[in-house]
């Protein structure tokens, strides 16, 4: 194997390392009160929740999201909106759907989505929360912080695909790389914040992360 090869190689496992960290690797097998999509650039992420919806897993379909860094200029309307365009093409029916599409990161999908919800006197006991596969424990960690009734019900899923499924045209390697990089600091870093609960980190995962950001790979950090 050349020098080439065996860094690539390397750069490959650290980042399968990362993403099978950020998975929480629920298994979803109970009706919530609703599915809440965290929208972003990668709309396989709606499919997964309207394929959730459609299957009986909840009464309502929430997407939450405005226009982030990430999607100005990809998208040419709030990353909600877009979504549920997704889920109405897949059968959806328009009145199942909330939007909240102002939000441009992930406390403010959990913040605005339950304000949202208190003026629509919608009062949900129990969540699926649906999120890009590298996003999921933060988008756990998050919700249990930020969402103000604690003994509100979670579970957290994502589109069902390993490390060598997920990148696509979309979604390129480097760029997810280098968001998987960013959230594991902010995982780390938060807590102390006030913006997330804390999250264990297994000493071989911060390895793994500190090999990438050696290499590059800190485009995201904050």
């Given at each position: 194997m050349?020098?080439?090869?065996?860094?690539?190689?390397?750069?490959?496992?650290d980042?399968?390392?990362l993403?099978?960290?950020?998975?929480?690797?629920t298994?979803?097998?109970e009706?919530?009160?609703a599915?809440?999509?965290l929208?972003s650039?990668?709309?396989?992420?709606?499919?997964?929740?309207a394929?959730?919806?459609l299957?009986?897993?909840?009464?309502?379909?929430i997407f939450?999201g405005?226009?982030?860094?990430l999607t100005?200029g990809?998208?040419d309307?709030?990353?909600?909106?877009?979504?549920?365009?997704?889920?109405?093409?897949?059968g959806?029916?328009?009145?199942?759907?909330?939007?909240e599409p102002?939000?441009t990161?992930t406390g403010e999908n959990i913040?605005?989505?339950?304000?949202l919800l208190?003026e629509k006197r919608l009062?949900?006991?129990s969540?699926?929360?649906?999120?890009k596969?590298y996003m999921?424990?933060?988008?756990?960690a998050?919700f249990?912080?930020?969402w103000?009734d604690?003994?509100t019900q979670?579970?957290v899923?994502?589109p069902q695909?390993t490390?060598?499924?997920?990148?696509?045209?979309?979604?390129p390697?480097?760029?997810v790389i280098?968001?998987?990089?960013g959230d594991l600091?902010?995982?780390?870093?938060?807590?102390a914040k006030?913006f997330?609960?804390?999250q264990e980190?297994?000493d071989?995962v911060?390895a793994?992360a500190?090999?990438?950001?050696?290499?590059?790979?800190?485009?995201?950090?904050p």
């Amino acid at each position: 194997m050349s020098a080439d090869s065996a860094t690539e190689a390397g750069v490959q496992q650290d980042a399968e390392t990362l993403y099978e960290y950020h998975q929480l690797h629920t298994d979803i097998n109970e009706k919530a009160d609703a599915i809440f999509c965290l929208c972003s650039l990668d709309t396989r992420v709606a499919e997964r929740a309207a394929q959730l919806f459609l299957a009986g897993f909840g009464d309502h379909l929430i997407f939450s999201g405005g226009s982030g860094k990430l999607t100005h200029g990809r998208f040419d309307k709030p990353e909600a909106e877009v979504f549920a365009d997704i889920a109405r093409r897949m059968g959806v029916p328009g009145t199942k759907l909330i939007i909240e599409p102002r939000s441009t990161n992930t406390g403010e999908n959990i913040r605005f989505t339950y304000a949202l919800l208190q003026e629509k006197r919608l009062y949900i006991n129990s969540f699926i929360l649906v999120q890009k596969p590298y996003m999921e424990r933060r988008t756990f960690a998050t919700f249990k912080k930020q969402w103000p009734d604690p003994t509100t019900q979670i579970l957290v899923t994502s589109p069902q695909l390993t490390w060598k499924e997920y990148p696509n045209e979309d979604n390129p390697v480097g760029l997810v790389i280098n968001i998987a990089v960013g959230d594991l600091i902010r995982i780390r870093e938060y807590p102390a914040k006030g913006f997330q609960i804390p999250q264990e980190i297994p000493d071989r995962v911060w390895a793994a992360a500190e090999r990438l950001i050696q290499r590059g790979y800190n485009s995201h950090l904050p």
